[in-house]
């Protein structure tokens, strides 16, 4: 426990510049380019780490382009913030060629290389790079990016450590143990519940050291919603752990593991986040 909040205590204080010149500045500044840069090197990493997990991070035809999707669409992301749509478009584009290619390397590779690994790893890969392109996507949204993109990060580790704290104290029935052994039905229950509760305290708090409005019903519903998700984003990456015998992602964070240990809530969040703020604003 103490190893784990040594590296939390470090790792915040790491990231807390990248976090406080996140703002998007003139093309110029190079500032502007601080905060994207720190997403891409955390979503490449990332990605190492789930080719590592599948044994195909040697395997070059599949991973230089997840590497270099990984660095490119966060960046990607703040020097196109004008043009949303277009990014969108070279984003769907960028995916379905890789499909494609993906495809292929299966056909070619047929009997030498593990089918469902390579479209597993294709699969989680997408979903990390959309997930942390997503994160600078809500940074820049326009009046209120500053508190949207804190949300995936505050909501999952509040879930999680109440996951927890809830778990220990009454936890009785297990959760999935298959895939988790530690975790509870109340431990769960907990976890979203102190993140509705959370969110709520976020908007009163926002809304009254900011010149915003809070939606506090869409607040209240996401942040059960949040919960869930979140929770759900630990479990798949816990499962696929499992089933390839491995303990933790990485050794990037000692206590904690390696990057996907840490983020695997928060890049659930952060998709989801960004679907609920499309349609429903959360702040105004």
């Known amino acids: 426990m103490k190893t ?3 590296t939390a205590v470090v790792a915040i204080a790491g990231i807390f510049p990248f976090f406080w010149f996140s703002d998007p500045v003139e093309a110029s500044n190079p500032l502007n380019y601080l905060f994207p840069l720190l997403i891409s090197l955390i979503a490449f990493v990332s990605v190492w780490e789930m080719l590592h997990c599948l044994q195909l991070d040697k395997s070059y035809f599949v991973s230089i382009p997840l590497y270099l999707a990984g660095l490119a669409f966060p960046m ?12 969108t478009r070279i984003a769907v584009l960028t995916a379905m060629v890789l499909a494609i290619y993906m495809f292929a390397f299966i056909v070619f590779r047929f009997g030498k290389q593990d089918m469902g690994k390579v479209a597993l790893a294709f699969m989680t ?12 996507v809500l940074r820049d949204t326009e009046g209120v990016g500053r508190f949207l993109f804190l949300i995936p990060f505050i909501f999952s580790w509040v879930t999680d450590s109440f996951a927890y704290f809830c778990g220990r104290l009454f936890g009785k029935h297990k959760l999935i143990p298959t895939v988790s052994p530690k975790k509870t039905v109340e431990g769960a229950i907990g976890g979203f519940v102190f993140c509705a509760i959370t969110a709520v305290l976020y908007g009163l708090i926002v809304g009254k050291c900011f010149d915003v409005t809070p939606n506090y019903l869409v607040l209240g519903i996401g942040g059960i919603v949040i919960g869930v998700v979140s929770q759900i984003g630990d479990l798949v990456m816990s499962a696929i752990k499992r089933e390839v015998g491995l303990k933790d992602y990485g050794w990037m964070l000692p206590g904690h593991g390696g990057l996907l240990d ?8 952060t998709v989801l986040v960004l679907v609920i703020s499309s349609y429903f604003p959360i702040f105004s």
Not at 79 to 87: D, K, S
Not at 125 to 136: G, K, T
Not at 262 to 269: C, G, P
């Open 4 to 6: 784990r909040i040594l």
């Open 76 to 87: 990607l992301a703040r020097v196109m913030r004008e043009n949303m749509r277009e990014y």
């Open 125 to 136: 890969c997408f979903y990390i790079v959309a997930a942390n392109s997503a994160v600078i």
């Open 262 to 269: 840490r983020f695997d809530s928060s890049m659930a969040v």
